[in-house]
T-cell receptor, first 116, second 111 residues
Framework: SAVISQKPSRDICQRGTSLTIQCQVD?????MFWYRQQPGQSLTLIAT?????????ESGFVIDKFPISRPNLTFSTLTVSNMSPEDSSIYLC?????????????FGPGTRLTVL | QKEVEQNSGPLSVPEGAIASLNCTYS??????FFWYRQYSGKSPELIMS??SNGDKEDGRFTAQLNKASQYVSLLIRDSQPSDSATYLC???????????WGAGTKLIIKP
């Protein structure tokens, strides 16, 4: 499967600031996704990062709060803007890897964000 | 509303026994089914995928799919303490790349 890295692995930020999280894949992938996982909870899809076009956001998530870039097929960034303590969470990048006729999703190591 | 249901647990199983994890889904059009393992503080790791009715075995893991009854299960044979983790079930329809996630079942293997 693709090897996925994320930076930073963790950060502690002040309320009102912004943080950009990077996701790098070692091979070209069509589909890249950004998830949030709050403590003790399952995964919530924030958006699909589309190469060359605007990201597709899920209900409850907006571009002004979570701007996403996807400049090529191996890289994406997610920015968490104007942060509040409610944004404290783990943010996960995932990619879809095509294996024959089947598509499987694999995750990066995650970014643990704490907002004070 | 597409839903995936899992018992949150914790499910406690003695070492060496079979752990059985279950997942039900609401959308009859679902075609792809996945089990992920997530250790505390780590990201989810894909351990099994299944696409057709029946059993699929990989080492100590067996995934079972029954589309008529809309459930998918994961069996872990000869359970080890290292199997202690949260197991997430995810389901996808062919026409929609999005995964619908269950809340996860916490599994504890007791030595």
């Amino acid at each position: 499967s693709a090897v996925i890295s994320q930076k930073p692995s963790r950060d502690i930020c002040q309320r009102g600031t912004s943080l950009t999280i990077q996701c790098q894949v070692d091979s070209q992938v069509t589909m890249m996704f950004w998830y949030r996982q709050q403590p003790g909870q399952s995964l919530t899809l924030i958006a699909t990062a589309n190469q060359g076009s605007e990201a597709t956001y899920e209900s409850g998530f907006v571009i002004d709060k979570f701007p996403i870039s996807r400049p090529n097929l191996t890289f994406s960034t997610l920015t968490v803007s104007n942060m509040s303590p409610e944004d404290s969470s783990i943010y996960l990048c995932s990619v879809e890897d095509h294996r024959g006729n089947n598509d499987e999703q694999f995750f990066g190591p995650g970014t643990r964000l704490t907002v004070l | 509303q597409k839903e995936v249901e899992q018992n949150s647990g914790p499910l406690s199983v003695p070492e060496g026994a079979i752990a059985s994890l279950n997942c039900t889904y609401s959308d009859r059009g679902s075609q792809s089914f996945f089990w992920y393992r997530q250790y505390s503080g780590k990201s989810p790791e894909l351990i099994m995928s299944i696409y057709s009715n029946g059993d699929k075995e990989d080492g100590r893991f067996t995934a079972q799919l029954n589309k008529a009854s809309q459930y998918v299960s994961l069996l872990i044979r000869d359970s080890q303490p290292s199997d202690s983790a949260t197991y997430l079930c995810a389901v996808r329809m062919d026409s929609n790349y999005q995964l619908i996630w269950g809340a996860g079942t916490k599994l504890i293997i007791k030595p």
